[in-house]
């Protein structure tokens, strides 16, 4: 969270203790801070004297709102700015609004020294003033409580001062050590900032390349400047033995501010001020969730956070509708502003998914527990319509714009795809299961197998989960296969009774295609095959293969067959009436 605080005729920044529990660092731009202030204030046309009495009144104001005063109007008490004091960046700004007063007078007295050399020395001497004063500031900023830019700013702002001292005494050796390890320290910063921080830094460094020449040019020694030269690469001294890790600091606290980011080895800026809030909450969060240990908890914190992505989403929508790049777009690659809605709709559907996800958790949680489950009145197809939805996410997922032809994106998207149908069929064969439709459970558990099989080597995050989900369906599939014989050979009803009584009667021979336990295989007369087998009609000297006889299926003639082996029983009103009246009798 970010508070303005505005102070007569500056305006900082504080940076607070985020909701998300982290450390807060104090963070103070010192050469921007100054820059500003010189540019504002009288250094724009070398009006040293205005500067200086800006100065004087900005500590005063500083120590009448920070109630650090030095006595009363009658007495002086002198009170400096001590770590434990140090709250914000305010406190900071103290000693480096002395150490600027001291140095915009020795300034001022240089202008004025070309007529009257004698303050040559007052010179030196505000420059002595303005070195402890830079002094103080370090040691402030190398505690705890500031962060590794804010460090590195007062390090190389003590060397410059230093420099600046060493040169006005004509000490060319120490005054081109401290300057070349201010430039190294900018030159490091301008690495680690973003190209709209850059500028001022990358002047200060044109700045100290003049001072540096002459210092070099008043040295005469090659070899001594080559020494110098080397502190670029061997960083040595109590300024520079920390640089590497400070800068890798500085570049994680700087990507805080989020004025660009990449995204699928897209780099695009973030200009909406509410975006930009948004993507830094939205990197804590899965810091804060980690820190959750209820399961409800969580889906509040993604529902809260759900809601700020779309306001963002909507900001990020009016800033393409203002962008006219966007505006002449027509079928062409997207915008930048067009990859960050996209980008933030990435984001939204991940965190549905995550959310969903929960929600699964919870459902098989009180799925397994049957007290739960009876209170909850949790069955399986609520979990088929979780991972319904989920589908339809990753069906979003895959149409987003500018993504279309990122190939590794879209073999992601279809490997978890395939993943959570997997889930989905599992489920599903469970509802089966439960109507007692085993066979139709049993294709659905091979299905689920068939795609966890194929999404295990594909999606590692879920690696772990899908192993489990074979091992269970495995079971399932064969319990359900047993359940399934099992009913074909109970039955309750006159009819089925008919019908196993027939299936009984049939050879094993005739019916090696169905599973049926069978105890008469066991006996001494075993139903195996018929002997000798049935009389089958074929064709007596066949001129030619007759290859459509297999297909051709006979007719039952079994009834007329019947009928004229009975003799002597007519049959019918036609008998009756001839038995009756003597007709047809022999």
């Not at 120590?63 to 960046?89: A, M, N, Y």
């Not at 009145?377 to 990753?394: C, F, G, N, S």
Request: with cysteine; proline share 4%; aromatic share 6%.
């Amino acid at each position: 969270m970010v508070e303005v605080m505005y102070d007569g005729e500056e305006q900082t920044k504080q940076t607070e203790t985020p909701e998300s529990g982290s450390t807060a660092f104090i963070t103070l731009e010192i050469l921007k801070v100054i820059k500003d202030a010189q540019q504002q204030h009288g250094l724009r046309h070398s009006d040293y004297q205005r500067y200086r009495g800006y100065c004087t009144r900005k500590i005063r104001r500083l120590r009448k709102v920070l109630k650090i005063p030095q006595g009363d109007k009658r007495h002086f008490k002198r009170r400096d700015v001590t770590e434990e004091k140090v709250k914000d960046e305010r406190y900071l700004l103290i000693p480096l609004m002395l150490s600027e007063r001291a140095w915009s007078h020795a300034m001022q007295l240089r202008q004025e020294a070309n007529t009257e050399p004698r303050k040559r020395f007052h010179l030196v001497q505000r420059l002595r003033k303005a070195t402890i004063y830079a002094l103080q500031l370090q040691k402030l900023c190398e505690s705890e409580k500031c962060d590794a830019r804010t460090k590195l700013e007062a390090q190389a702002y003590v060397a410059w001062i230093h420099g600046s001292l060493h040169f006005e005494l004509q000490m060319w050796k120490p005054a081109m050590e401290n300057l070349n390890k201010a430039k190294m320290v900018y030159e490091k910063l301008i690495s680690a900032l973003s190209e709209e921080d850059q500028p001022v830094y990358k002047q200060r460094c044109d700045e100290l390349a003049p001072s540096l020449r002459y210092c070099a040019y008043n040295i005469g020694d090659a070899a001594a400047m080559d020494d110098l030269l080397s502190l670029r690469s061997h960083a040595h001294g109590d300024l520079l033995d920390n640089l590497d890790t400070l800068m890798a600091q500085t570049k994680e606290r700087k990507s805080e501010a989020l004025s660009e980011t990449t995204w699928r080895g897209r780099t695009f800026p973030v200009k909406p001020e509410r975006v930009r809030l948004f993507l830094l909450a939205d990197r804590a969060l899965d810091a804060s969730l980690t820190g959750t240990s209820s399961a409800t908890e969580r889906i509040e914190q993604l529902e809260r956070h759900l809601m700020d992505c779309k306001d963002a989403l909507a900001a990020a929508k009016e800033e393409v509708k203002n962008d006219p790049a966007s505006k002449s777009r027509s079928g062409g690659p997207v915008t930048p502003m067009q990859l960050l809605v996209s980008y933030l709709t990435h984001i939204r559907v991940h965190r549905t998914i995550q959310r969903t996800n929960l929600m699964v958790e919870a459902a098989k949680a009180a799925l397994a527990d049957k007290s739960e489950t009876e209170g909850r009145k949790t069955k399986p197809q609520d979990l088929t319509r979780l991972y319904e939805i989920i589908l339809q996410h990753l069906l979003e997922l895959q149409q987003l714009p500018g993504l279309e032809e990122d190939q590794e994106y879209q073999r992601e998207v279809e490997a978890k795809t395939l993943a959570y149908k997997a889930f989905r069929c599992f489920y599903i064969a469970e509802v089966l299961a439960g109507l007692r439709r085993w066979r139709e459970a049993g294709a659905m558990y091979q299905r689920a197998e068939s795609y966890a099989s194929k999404a295990q080597s594909q999606v590692p995050e879920m690696k772990v989960a899908l192993t489990q989900l074979i091992e269970e369906v495995d079971g399932a599939r064969y319990s359900s296969l047993a359940h399934a014989v099992l009913e074909d050979d109970s039955s309750d009803t006159p009819s089925q009774a008919v019908t196993s009584k027939a299936k009984k009667k049939i050879p094993l021979i005739d019916r090696l295609d169905e599973y049926r336990e069978d105890p008469a295989l066991a006996t001494k007369q075993p139903n195996v095959v018929k002997l000798p087998p049935d009389m089958q009609p074929v064709p007596c000297k066949p001129l030619f293969f007759d290859l459509a006889l297999n297909l051709i299926k006979y007719p039952n003639l079994e009834d007329k067959v019947d009928n004229a082996g009975k003799k002597g029983n007519p049959a019918g009103l036609t008998g009756f009436v001839k038995g009756l009246w003597g007709w047809g009798n022999k």
